[in-house]
Structures are given as C-alpha cells and as structure tokens.
C-alpha cells in the first residue's frame, strides 16, 4: 500500500530555506509513467495551495504565482522527492503536504496524500 | 488565475437530509477536446489530509459511497450528500486542474444540525 511520508524540520528562521523530502514507500517513484507527484500546502485559516508537480524523469511544473522561489527535485534511488523554498517569510508557514496524482483524472487531482507536516517559520 | 468561489461558508444539515455545495469558477474548465471538466471535490476531515471523492466533475473515485455525486459543467458545479451520515462532518473543497496554477475553493464546513 502507497505510503508518503513528509520529513524535515518543523520551525525555520524568515530568509532561510525551508527544505523538506517526501519518503515513499510501498511503490515505487518511478514503476508506473503516469504517475505524477506533487506538494501542496494549507495555510493556518485553511486555505490550500498548490506548489509544484513532478515527473520521475525530473520535469517539473510550479505555481507561477508563489512569491517565494520553488524548487522540486526526485531521487529515483531514494525513492523520494523533495522540496525547497528559499528565502521564506511568516507566510509560507503551513501544513506541506505530498501527494499523487493518479492516470485517470488527466491532469493534477491528488488521490493519495502523506500526512503532512507544520512548518513554522519565525525566529 | 482561476478564482473558484464555494457557497456557503458553512452549512448545517440534519442527519438522512441532503447536504448541497456549491462551486463556481472564474473561467470555464470545460476542455473542449475531451468534454471533459477538470473539476475535483475533497473532504477533509480534522487532523487528516484531503480525500479525493470526485474528478471530472462528476466520477466518484473508488471506495466513495454513493450518497457523494458531482454535478455541473463549464463554470458551476454541486456536490451533493444524498443521506447525511454522522462520519461526513468535515471540511469540503473544491479544486480545478484545468489551468496552471491549479486552484482550491476555499472550503465548506459541513455541520450536524
């Protein structure tokens, strides 16, 4: 069974990078070529946001309208990818979640979610 | 980007009743070449993840009861609860994929009356 698994720190200083990875277990990141992976965060007040998506081969797509700049990048011998945002601010403080966006909804609609993971970011 | 606006806020319905949501989008997500709408809807409940329940506007992913069903096309859509159970207090939202960026309403909270 797919299990995705946030790790990283929960608490980062304003201007610094927040860095974490999404652990997969129970497939593989790269067995099926449909398969695209994701992160998402909710704000505090609820809201949900989208990042950015990647393929296994590395080709990514991010939310050009995110004020912080976004890096995705997959380790296919890890089984996991990750995420890092640079130079953050108290408004990138939130739940980062991973997720998976199956074949049959031709296009991002997340059928299997880690569990997420606060993150903070004050000094 | 594609503003999606849900109504109501919150909602409380009594149990067995018919629990309604509503979501608009600022443009259509219609895509003419499938006539497919790139429109999901999510539960979430406290302490948990969204759940996937409905792609393409209208198709339950597997292991959603059938009391959950989407409606609409083009910029309007509905989802409806058929029977409201006790287990479906949560936090609904709705998300198109139609266009980059991808974009979520911002939720319904779903209540016992």
């Known amino acids: 069974q797919l299990q995705l698994q946030v790790s990283g720190p929960g608490l980062v200083k304003p201007s610094e990078t927040l860095s974490l990875t999404c652990i997969v277990s129970?497939?593989?990141?790269?067995?099926?070529?449909?398969?695209?992976w994701g992160w998402i965060r909710q704000f505090p007040g609820k809201g949900l946001e989208w990042i950015g998506t990647?393929?296994?081969?590395?080709?990514?797509y991010y939310n050009p309208s995110l004020k912080s700049p976004v890096t995705i990048a997959v380790d296919t011998s890890k089984n996991q990818f990750s995420l890092k945002v640079t130079s953050v601010t108290a408004a990138d403080t939130a739940v980062y979640y991973c997720?998976?966006?199956?074949?049959?909804?031709?296009?991002?609609?997340?059928?299997?979610w880690g569990q997420g993971t606060l993150v903070t970011v004050s000094s | 980007d594609i503003v999606m606006t849900q109504s109501p806020d919150s909602l409380a319905v009594s149990l067995g009743e018919r629990a309604t949501i509503n979501c608009k989008s600022s443009q259509s997500v219609l895509h003419s070449s499938n006539n497919k709408d790139y429109l999901a809807w999510y539960q979430q409940k406290p302490g948990q993840p969204p759940k996937l329940l409905i792609y393409w506007a209208s198709t339950r992913e597997s292991g959603v009861p059938d009391r959950f069903s989407g409606s609409g096309s083009g910029t309007a859509f509905t989802l409806t609860i058929s029977s409201l159970q006790a287990e479906d207090v949560a936090v609904y939202y709705c998300q198109q994929y139609y266009s980059t960026p991808q974009t979520f309403g911002q939720g319904t909270k779903l209540e016992i009356k």
């Open positions: 129970g497939d593989s990141i790269s067995s099926n070529n449909f398969y695209y």
């Open positions: 990647i393929y296994y081969s590395g080709t990514t």
């Open positions: 997720a998976r966006r199956p074949a049959y909804c031709g296009g991002d609609c997340w059928a299997y």
